[in-house]
T-cell receptor, first 112, second 112 residues
Framework: NAGVTQTPKFQVLKTGQSMTLQCAQDMNHEYMSWYRQDPGMGLRLIHYSVGAGITDQGEVPNGYNVSRSTTEDFPLRLLSAAPSQTSVYFC???????????FGDGTRLSIL | TQLLEQSPQFLSIQEGENLTVYCNSSSVFSSLQWYRQEPGEGPVLLVTVVTGGEVKKLKRLTFQFGDARKDSSLHITAAQPGDTGLYLCAGEGGGSNYKLTFGKGTLLTVNP
C-alpha cells in the first residue's frame, strides 16, 4: 500500500520558472491538502480539496494553483517561482478535513 | 485565529531520561492528534485523544487530554534515540471546520 506519494523529492529552480509538484494517494480519501513547512513557522495550509472538482484556498495560497480532476491526484503548481517559496512541501490526505492525516514524505524545493 | 502553543520548542536529553511536552490553547477542541515527524519524512499519526481527561498509552508514550479539552501532554518514559523527531499536536474544531490547527512542534533529540 503506497499511501501518499509525492514527486519529485528534491528540486532546484531559478526565479521565475514554473513547475508542478505531484501528489497521489491510493486510499480513496476525499480530502487532500498541501502544506509548506518552514523553520519556526510550522505547517501552513496552502490549498485543499474536499473532493474531485472542488478546491479552495488555505492560509498562504498566493503564488500557487491547484486542481483536482480525480480523487487520487492533487498537483500543486508554482506559477512563477520566487525565493520566498523555498520550503519543504507536504501533501496530505484523509477521509475528512479534520480526521487523521496521511502525509507524503515531502518535496524539498529550493529557488535561486 | 485559534492557536496551539507547543512547549518546549527544543528539547535535548540523554537516553533513559523521562520527558514531557505540552500543547496548550485558549480554545476548546473536539479532539487532539499527536504526530511524530522524523528527519526527511512526513508527519505520522501517533494517537488521537477525544474525551476530556482521556489518557492513552502507546508503549513508552503516554498522552493526556485536558479536562477542559484545551490542552494535551505527551510523556515519554526512558527515552531512546529512536524517539528523536519533531512532535506535532493538531486540534480538530477550535473554530475551524475545514482544516486541522497545527502547533509548531517540539523538536526532541535523544542522545545515546
Amino acid at each position: 500500500n503506497a499511501g501518499v506519494t509525492q514527486t519529485p523529492k528534491f528540486q532546484v529552480l531559478k526565479t521565475g520558472q514554473s513547475m508542478t509538484l505531484q501528489c497521489a494517494q491510493d486510499m480513496n480519501h476525499e480530502y487532500m491538502s498541501w502544506y509548506r513547512q518552514d523553520p519556526g513557522m510550522g505547517l501552513r495550509l496552502i490549498h485543499y480539496s474536499v473532493g474531485a472538482g472542488i478546491t479552495d484556498q488555505g492560509e498562504v495560497p498566493n503564488g500557487y494553483n491547484v486542481s483536482r480532476s480525480t480523487t487520487e491526484d492533487f498537483p500543486l503548481r508554482l506559477l512563477s517561482a520566487a525565493p520566498s517559496q523555498t520550503s519543504v512541501y507536504f501533501c496530505a490526505s484523509s477521509y475528512t478535513p479534520q480526521g487523521p492525516q496521511h502525509f507524503g514524505d515531502g518535496t524539498r524545493l529550493s529557488i535561486l | 485565529t485559534q492557536l496551539l502553543e507547543q512547549s518546549p520548542q527544543f528539547l535535548s536529553i540523554q537516553e533513559g531520561e523521562n520527558l514531557t511536552v505540552y500543547c496548550n490553547s485558549s480554545s476548546v477542541f473536539s479532539s487532539l492528534q499527536w504526530y511524530r515527524q522524523e528527519p526527511g519524512e512526513g508527519p505520522v499519526l501517533l494517537v488521537t485523544v477525544v474525551t476530556g481527561g482521556e489518557v492513552k498509552k502507546l508503549k513508552r508514550l503516554t498522552f493526556q487530554f485536558g479536562d477542559a479539552r484545551k490542552d494535551s501532554s505527551l510523556h515519554i518514559t526512558a527515552a531512546q534515540p529512536g524517539d528523536t523527531g519533531l512532535y506535532l499536536c493538531a486540534g480538530e474544531g477550535g473554530g475551524s471546520n475545514y482544516k486541522l490547527t497545527f502547533g509548531k512542534g517540539t523538536l526532541l533529540t535523544v542522545n545515546p
